[in-house]
């Protein structure tokens, strides 16, 4: 038992370690390694003090204790240690050849390191040996050489994004790599390349997200699209099987109710890996990212993307806008980019703030800003922050700009989802009504599977934001069930337009660089071209008056546009600016929690 749990302790120790990488302020896991080194040498578990004081060198260095960290360093006897651990001692010496300016030292521990990579084949070890070669680079002042090699560690997390489902951590994956990206975001500012640079911070937030973009990824082949029907339709079935058995589950007797547990709880993974191998079908050949299809394309455009530097306190945010004059589809060269630095500013809301007061300049030219924000910053509300200037916030995935679906008609489902919220039933009949005075084709119902989708989806009821990096949050839709957000990716159809008036379905996870899973990204990567959703809790009442403002500024005629998603934004923009909408800043009964997304 005493050695079982020792194990315990050393894997959340380990993890710790983890999480104190993508987060400087975690809690450092000295202690415990030194108690557990304590208790293996009791135990004479050499082995195990080799990798545990390996652990405790990190975690000094981590704290920026050099001295203790090569104190721990001298004292670990490499023959203990395999190939992966062999790998993080060579770049544990590195590390502190480096900070003592031992350049020659440095380089030959990262010749070691290389090799020992290359007989475990793990590319995650090759990635933190480019990213050492991009900081050893750097401190030799060979800018070409640093740039080289952090875009060469950049590709490889990349490589190992994609290798992870979705659904199982890709977004925490890229969150623990984003030490190099912001490395190689810094070294591009101080190479003067603002383009590049801001290609290289959405890139960050946006490129491994592509694999799962229902407008983006190449059709599947024949084959594969049967194979990938049999599964969706398996899913349902499965699914319904498991709803059916639920809605008897209050009459069972308890040991009936607890084996009914049990075997949908089977059942239940049994759906989710029907829904995974489907998923790994859409993601084999994932298409490539470009920032070309980012950058603003019209003046009046802009685009606002933010990065955090490598160094403590330190953000960068960077306005892409059209330059005056530019012909519209021009490259790079007719984009301007203004890059300003935000140092030492705790509070997220005062640092965007700051950014854009320097970025006013630029603001004083735009209509239409597209918002990416990462990380802490995904809290701040930035179409609040830029008011009372005249211009029309949506917020981005950073995967740019999608072809608006041709669409026959006007045709929209308005679904109430929950009959124990009264202003939901208000809410769904009066956009109805709203809507076929403008002329609309109104249904009650909604169909996720069908290949026919409206163009206008407006949900009204409750919404949750569940599961590990929000992959399990879900909306009930009547005559359907229980709809998440793992279905929605996975079966890649969507309206053109969907409003969310459901709690936290725009709920976003600040420790995970692109904010993780929630309903309105669902929808996004699922071939919708805007989502306006809420970022969090949000009180009937509040989305009853909001839908009201929204839709009674719609024009029938600019809804039979192609594209109508800048009417929307505009009309969310005006309705979040009224005296009502303005009434509450922030909180549930807060028109300004609804955001505008787009891809």
Known sequence: AGRLIDDIRYDLAWIALLRREADRGAPDPSPTLRQLIADYTRSESLGDVARTRLHLVFARLQSRDFAGAQVEFDAIDPAWLDAHSLVWFELGGFELALANHQLRAA????????????????????????????????????????????????????????????????????????????????????????????????????????????????????????????????????????????????????????????????????????LRRATALLERDAPRWSCDRVLPEREGDAILAMAPSANEGRWWFMLARRARGSTPGAKLRATLVEVVEVVDIAAPDDRAKQAITELEPGLAEVARLDVIPVGELLSVDFHALVRPRAIAVAYSLGLGRIEARASEGVRASVVAGSSDLPAVVDEAEGITTRLATLGWEVAASW?????????????????????????????????????????????????????????????????????????????????????????????????????????????????????????????????????????????????????????
């Open 107 to 274: 380089r030959e521990r990262l010749d070691r390191a290389e090799l020992y990579a290359d007989l475990t084949h793990d590319r995650e070890h090759h990635f933190r040996v480019w990213a050492a070669r991009g900081a050893l680079a750097r401190a030799r002042g060979d800018r070409p050489g640093a740039l080289a090699a952090l875009r060469r560690a950049s590709a490889i997390a990349d490589e190992l994004a994609l290798a992870v489902p979705g659904s199982s951590g890709r977004s925490m994956l890229v969150t623990a790599h984003r030490q190099a990206d912001a490395e190689l975001v810094d070294l591009l500012v101080e190479l003067d390349q603002p383009e590049a640079a801001f290609c290289a911070a959405v890139g960050i937030r946006a490129r491994h997200l592509r694999a799962l973009w229902a407008r983006l990824r190449p059709p599947l082949s024949g084959p594969d699209q049967h194979e990938y029907q049999a599964l969706l339709s398996q899913h349902r079935a499965l699914r319904i099987g498991i709803d059916d058995r639920l809605a008897a589950a209050w009459q069972l007797p308890a040991p009936e109710l607890q084996a009914l547990r049990d075997e949908l709880a089977d059942q239940g993974e049994a759906a989710d890996e029907l």
């Open 447 to 599: 169909d996720p599977l069908s290949d026919d989708q409206p163009q206008l989806l407006h949900y009204a009821g409750h919404g949750h934001h569940a599961g590990e990096g929000g992959w399990d949050s879900y909306v009930e839709i009547p005559g359907f069930g229980r709809l998440s957000a793992t279905q929605i990716v996975a079966g890649q159809r969507a309206p053109n337009i969907v409003v969310l008036g459901a709690c936290s379905s725009g709920a976003l996870n600040e420790q995970i660089v692109d904010g993780g899973m929630n309903l309105s990204a669902a929808f996004l990567l699922a071939g919708a071209e805007l989502v306006i959703a809420p970022t969090g809790p949000v009180d009937d009442q509040t989305a009853l008056r909001l839908s009201e403002a929204l839709y009674g500024t719609l024009r029938a005629g600019a809804l039979r546009e192609q594209d109508a998603s800048p009417t929307f934004i505009r009309a969310l923009d005006l309705a979040q600016a009224t005296p009502l909408g303005e009434a509450e800043p922030s909180g549930p009964r807060s028109f300004s929690r609804w955001r505008a997304w787009r891809p």
